[in-house]
T-cell receptor
Framework: ETGVTQTPRHLVMGMTNKKSLKCEQHLGHNAMYWYKQSAKKPLELMFVYNFKEQTENNSVPSRFSPECPNSSHLFLHLHTLQPEDSALYLC??????????????FGPGTRLTVL | GQQLNQSPQSMFIQEGEDVSMNCTSS?????WLWYKQDPGEGPVLLIALYKAGELTSNGRLTAQFGITRKDSFLNISASIPSDVGIYFCAGRGGGADGLTFGKGTHLIIQP
């Protein structure tokens, strides 16, 4: 138990569906992240939020829409995804963005399958 | 962008053997982190390194932050079956750089 929870753990959706992934951290951290993990590829950073403000968007397609209502919660809204978007989506949090405070703690991930 | 080369890609070892894996970078990093990921789970932080030359242990695990700041290694002594998994290194440069992850080392232990 890392203090970061994600729901759902598994999700199967069609290309026309709209769904949302949820992440919650119980660590009192200020920064939250979304990563995509595909087979045989390094973890790909998607979005970074610090104090609820988006600080990084790594050229992610607009069919992925993040939302951070407060420092403890992070959502990833999904719309008209493609089969190649099937992957493990990981949420992480850190106390801050620099130095020793940027050590990131990961949730268990949501295994997404797009049909 | 920054890239990390993590090796080996996979290891097949006997239970009880020692394990060594490493990461190298083409640029200088200020932070090195080592994570382990079990199937169906997210990465779990094993060891964090923040100073060049730093050597840190966590049980049977030992990791070092290379003097050149461009590499790090992780050693596991006397491996046991629960050590099976994928080990990732991650590094962070200066300024506003985020973490860069290696591709992982898949550790398989044969009883």
């Amino acid at each position: 138990e890392t203090g970061v929870t994600q729901t759902p753990r598994h999700l199967v959706m069609g290309m026309t569906n709209k769904k949302s992934l949820k992440c919650e951290q119980h660590l009192g951290h200020n920064a939250m992240y979304w990563y995509k993990q595909s087979a045989k590829k390094p973890l790909e950073l998607m979005f970074v939020y610090n104090f609820k403000e988006q600080t990084e968007n790594n050229s992610v397609p607009s069919r992925f829409s993040p939302e951070c209502p407060n420092s403890s919660h992070l959502f990833l809204h999904l719309h008209t995804l493609q089969p190649e978007d099937s992957a493990l989506y990981l949420c992480a949090s850190s106390q801050g963005l620099a130095g020793v405070t940027d050590t990131q703690y990961f949730g268990p991930g949501t295994r997404l399958t797009v049909l | 962008g920054q890239q990390l080369n993590q090796s080996p890609q996979s290891m097949f070892i006997q239970e009880g053997e020692d394990v060594s894996m490493n990461c190298t970078s083409s640029s200088i990093f200020n932070t090195w982190l080592w994570y382990k990921q079990d199937p169906g789970e997210g990465p779990v932080l094993l060891i964090a390194l923040y100073k060049a030359g730093e050597l840190t242990s966590n049980g049977r695990l030992t990791a070092q932050f290379g003097i050149t700041r461009k590499d790090s290694f992780l050693n596991i002594s006397a491996s046991i079956p629960s050590d099976v998994g994928i080990y990732f290194c991650a590094g962070r440069g200066g300024g506003a750089d985020g973490l860069t992850f290696g591709k992982g080392t898949h550790l398989i232990i044969q009883p």
